[in-house]
């Protein structure tokens, strides 16, 4: 039933912090910060891309996932013509590890705004 509590809920609302201590664990014991210089928001963001789609599927009918995905493909453009006329240049590595951490804060932020979003409906439904 939608807007109404239940456990699995619970986790999805726990599930950034158990992502971030996962990735946290997985790159310090392979060692993934030294020989490829991967750190934890890069791990991370598939999982809170699943994360954000269950929250958006309980709070309402529809996934708020496809927007979502729309958003980082701005996001993307914006990045290279940002670095278009600031550097007069796009290099790809500088390009791919600028946008994956700018991702990594939007979906950061974005679940954050679903999390509360869905205490909101939880508490006025």
């Keep these: 039933m939608l807007g109404s509590f239940s456990p699995i809920l619970l986790l999805w609302y726990v ?12 790159v310090s014991v392979l ?3 030294q020989r490829f210089n991967i750190k934890v ?7 809170l891309f699943v994360g954000m789609h269950e929250i958006s599927k309980h709070m309402s009918a529809f996934s708020i996932l ?16 940002f670095q278009a006329y600031r550097y007069r240049e796009i290099i790809y590595g500088r390009f791919f590890k600028m946008f994956w951490r700018l991702t990594f804060l939007l979906s950061v932020v974005m679940y954050f705004v679903l999390i509360i979003a869905s205490f909101i409906r939880l508490i006025f439904s």
């Excluded at 928001?41 to 999982?47: G, H, L, N």
């Design 15 to 26: 599930f950034p912090i158990i992502i971030l201590l996962g990735s946290d664990y997985i």
């Design 31 to 33: 060692k993934l910060k």
């Design 41 to 47: 928001p890069d791990i991370s963001v598939p999982f």
């Design 66 to 81: 496809p927007y979502f995905l729309l958003t980082i493909l701005l996001l993307g453009i914006a990045v290279v013509v």
